[in-house]
């Protein structure tokens, strides 16, 4: 009986995701962020990688606070002292001095709240997102880094302003959660916008964000060729 011949071609197709690293680390408030409104947060049960915030909403590019202060327009509020935070796990690929950022836009420096700060959490611990909570980290917990906007960046123009922190061993040992929470109050007519925030430490880390489509990446497989006799194929004496 004469050979048969078939010659099988197999494409593979791959759905996939496309992904970018995040190597700057520089999250902006691009149309679509979402800032989930909260007057705190608690480490374990909020999520990370996510803004929450009270009384600030992402419009325009930047996150602006809405609310405002009740107290005297010629001193610093004492009412409407809100956040937004990030929060990122702990780890040990954390480790070492990292440089935080973030740029503010704000009207006056004597009568407005404007900071940043970074803290380390465990599970349960909460921080509290409507009040001042300058140099006041939560109970059990720890404040590594503080840092108000810098004297004459209240113009109106976007000014840059942060500070350096340093996680050790012992921090990842001990601690759940880094968070990044930037503070800010307004009277009436006046503004109060963040944009542009960097912890730092994402160079030293390999998250994957995706983009929002898929890309479909064709392929060849697999050229497969095989020949079928009339004889019974002989088995190896190892079979």
């Known amino acids: ?12 197709i791959l759905i996939g995701t496309i992904t970018s690293n995040i190597s700057a680390g520089l999250f902006t408030f691009d149309p679509g962020t979402v800032i989930t409104d909260t007057s705190q947060w608690t480490a374990g049960t909020g ?3 996510q803004w929450y915030g009270s009384n600030f909403t992402a419009s325009d590019g930047y996150a602006e606070l809405t609310e405002t202060s009740l107290g005297n327009t010629s001193m ?11 929060a990122l796990e702990l780890s040990s690929g954390l480790i070492g001095t990292h440089n935080w950022h973030i740029d503010s836009l704000f009207s006056d420096y004597d009568t407005q ?3 940043g700060q970074v803290f380390l959490l465990n599970i349960g611990q909460i921080l509290k997102l409507n009040k001042d909570i300058w140099n006041k ?5 720890s404040l590594i880094s503080s840092q108000q906007a810098l004297p004459g960046s209240d113009n109106l123009n976007w000014n840059t302003y942060g500070s350096t922190y340093d996680i050790s061993q012992n921090d990842v040992d001990t601690f759940n959660y880094i968070v990044f929470a930037f503070t800010g109050s307004k009277h009436t007519s006046q503004v109060m916008m963040f944009d542009n925030f960097s912890p730092g430490i994402y160079e030293n880390l390999e998250y994957e964000t995706p983009e929002p489509a898929t890309v479909a990446i064709a392929g060849l497989g697999l050229l497969l060729l095989f020949r079928k006799t009339a004889h019974p194929v002989k088995k190896s004496n190892n079979a």
């Open 137 to 141: 980290p939560p109970l059990g917990a």
């Open 76 to 86: 610093l509020a004492r009412t409407g002292v809100n956040s937004i935070l990030f």
């Open 113 to 115: 709240y404007n900071y």
């Open 1 to 12: 009986m004469p050979t048969v011949k078939h010659t099988i071609l197999i494409i593979v």
């Open 47 to 49: 999520l990370t990688e």
